[in-house]
T-cell receptor, first 110, second 113 residues
Framework: KNEVEQSPQNLTAQEGEFITINCSYS?????LHWLQQHPGGGIVSLFM?????KKHGRLIATINIQEKHSSLHITASHPRDSAVYIC????????????WGAGTKLIIKP | ETGVTQSPTHLIKTRGQQVTLRCSSQ?????VSWYQQALGQGPQFIFQ???????GRGNFPPRFSGLQFPNYSSELNVNALELDDSALYLC????????????FGQGTRLTVV
């Protein structure tokens, strides 16, 4: 069983739809990254959170440490949101070892 | 713009050769981590350097080695290249502390033929 499970693996939606990507993990963590990877490889860190909720523009990330679950939401989705979204927990006993989910490939159609 | 620059962006090498990939971090970011992302897979942690010393290592053989320099730049060296080393190599820099943001470079796509 993978230490990090993301769902869905692929998601196609229409512009304007509300998007939710889920992440469950089985190891002890101290924090969790949500990352965005565009075609060509560039990775951008969207959020790092260790509790509660963070909001940045149309993006919202939540985490429940007790339930070992995090979600990334996109409101009013736009074609430029099309990318791979990766959940990457930070191992609790390391300085900076990320374990990576397989990613969710999101396509937003105009 | 993350402030982290990797070079080269693309590279083709022959099996058995050696390669050096470079990463230039933001000023003050004295922690750098390297990841290997094979096609269609999530990134795998290679190692991390803090203050010019290896600070943690993933499941990679010794032919993967690194250096970190006082000017916040670092190198990933791979000896005796194998076909399976073909991947996107990412570096991420951060400041010390367990709850800080990481900044990723664009990656170097290495193809071994």
């Amino acid at each position: 069983k993978n230490e990090v499970e993301q769902s869905p693996q692929n998601l196609t939606a229409q512009e304007g739809e509300f998007i939710t990507i889920n992440c469950s993990y089985s190891v002890g963590i101290s924090a969790l990254h949500w990352l965005q990877q565009h075609p060509g490889g560039g990775i951008v860190s969207l959020f790092m959170l260790s509790s509660g909720k963070k909001k940045h523009g149309r993006l919202i990330a939540t985490i429940n440490i007790q339930e070992k679950h995090s979600s990334l939401h996109i409101t009013a989705s736009h074609p430029r949101d099309s990318a791979v979204y990766i959940c990457a927990p930070l191992l609790g006993d390391s300085n900076y070892q990320l374990i990576w989910g397989a990613g969710t490939k999101l396509i937003i159609k105009p | 713009e993350t402030g982290v620059t990797q070079s080269p962006t693309h590279l083709i090498k022959t099996r058995g050769q050696q390669v050096t990939l470079r990463c230039s971090s933001q000023s003050g970011h004295n922690t750098v981590s390297w990841y290997q992302q094979a096609l269609g897979q999530g990134p795998q942690f290679i190692f991390q350097y803090y203050r010019e010393e290896e600070n943690g290592r993933g499941n990679f053989p010794p032919r993967f080695s690194g250096l970190q320099f006082p000017n916040y730049s670092s190198e990933l060296n791979v000896n005796a290249l194998e076909l399976d080393d073909s991947a996107l190599y990412l570096c991420a820099s951060s400041v010390p502390g367990r709850h800080t943001e990481a900044f990723f470079g664009q990656g170097t796509r290495l193809t071994v033929v």
